[in-house]
């Protein structure tokens, strides 16, 4: 279930360059090249693609428009403009397989991917993840069967918000299974209980309680998460998320994502901050650039990461074969912030229904 190879171990900080700059501008041509835009891409299933029209949800003129009173810019307009943000996010979420979407999903999927890590000295970390989600029969769709592989709350903040950081210092994945339910109202707070066990030796057993609640403003959507847990290993722990949305065109949405978590195990406040933006180049190509920001409070709040990355993905083959590439700047307090260049590269086989 899952694979891990190293080759040409290199010394802990080796400082040959990468050349990611090139990646990068490889990327920005990627998403530039009317070429590449222009080709015509067959359609894909309804919920597989990337919802790239949303000109229906931006009046063309809405100055001109009969104004019925006072407030009338809480109407229409806007609601469309919010509605579009939400179809908007809902769509990259899903195209780049986000967490999120599998955690607030009431379908069944099942994602095996590869990824590999080419680091500076020419070190290669390669490592395969398997991720299943299945509804029980005769549960009405609230009772699910997850396979996870190492969940988020293991994860560090770095890891978590970058989603494709390996660690290479530990890059065996561990697989947790567990039964996860949910209940709540869709527009106020979603809660979602888990309970399970990590398949490896030594057992970990672990609870879980996610709750989740989305606002919508007139331009802005709001994204709240709140999980407490407890691993019999490490203890308990929190986490608080709060991530801002909004479409600054009609493929260009912006993200500001911020992370506070506290745990037992390291007795301190571990701090995040990021921001995105996700363009839609077509049905089956999109890409996300991202600065983040990250450090915590021991002994005082200070920064302990900058990471600069691009996130270029792209249907292969049927609506189920991903490809991206990953080229990563990174800046630690270990190495008195020297910058390191990564290059990632996955494939990703990705069902749901």
Request: charged share 25%.
């Amino acid at each position: 279930m899952q694979t891990c190879v190293k080759k040409d171990q290199a010394p802990s900080h080796p400082r040959t360059g990468l050349g990611v700059s090139r990646w990068i501008a490889l990327l920005l041509f990627l998403a530039a090249s009317p070429v590449l835009a222009q080709t015509e891409e067959p359609a894909l299933p309804s919920g597989e693609s990337i919802n790239t029209d949303c000109t229906d949800l931006f009046p063309e003129d809405p100055l001109t428009e009969t104004k019925p009173g006072f407030f009338s810019f809480l109407d229409a307009p806007q609601q469309r403009i919010s509605a579009g943000l939400e179809s908007m996010a809902q769509s990259i979420d899903s195209f780049f397989a986000n967490e999120q979407v599998f955690y607030k999903s009431s379908g069944s999927y099942l994602r095996y991917s590869v990824d590999s890590l080419f680091e500076e000295g020419g070190r290669l970390t390669t490592v395969g993840k398997l991720d299943i989600s299945l509804h029980l029969p005769r549960t009405e769709q609230k009772l699910k069967l997850v396979l996870e592989s190492d969940p988020v709350e293991r994860q560090s903040n770095l890891q978590r918000a970058t989603t494709n950081t390996l660690d290479t210092a530990q890059p065996e994945t561990n697989y947790y299974a567990g039964l996860q339910s949910e209940f709540g109202k869709e527009t106020k707070w979603r809660f979602s209980p888990s309970v399970g066990l990590k398949l490896h030796f030594p057992i970990e057993y672990y609870v879980r309680m996610r709750a989740f609640r989305d606002i919508r403003f007139t331009t802005w959507n709001l994204h709240l998460t709140e999980s407490v847990y407890w691993y019999d290993t490490v203890g308990a722990g929190a986490d608080s998320e709060m991530v801002w949305e909004r479409l600054l065109d009609k493929r260009l949405l912006f993200r500001a994502s911020s992370l506070v978590r506290n745990t037992e195990e390291y007795q301190r406040f571990d701090l995040s901050q990021v921001f995105s933006i996700s363009q839609t180049l077509s049905e089956r190509r999109a890409i996300t650039y991202s600065i983040g920001f990250f450090g915590n409070s021991e002994p005082n709040i200070h920064a302990t990461d900058y990471v600069l990355q691009a996130r270029y993905r792209q249907i292969i083959h049927g609506d189920y074969l991903f490809m991206e590439l990953v080229p990563q700047v990174r800046y630690r307090i270990d190495y008195a912030f020297t910058q390191e260049d990564s290059l990632l590269v996955r494939f990703e086989w990705l069902f749901r229904r």
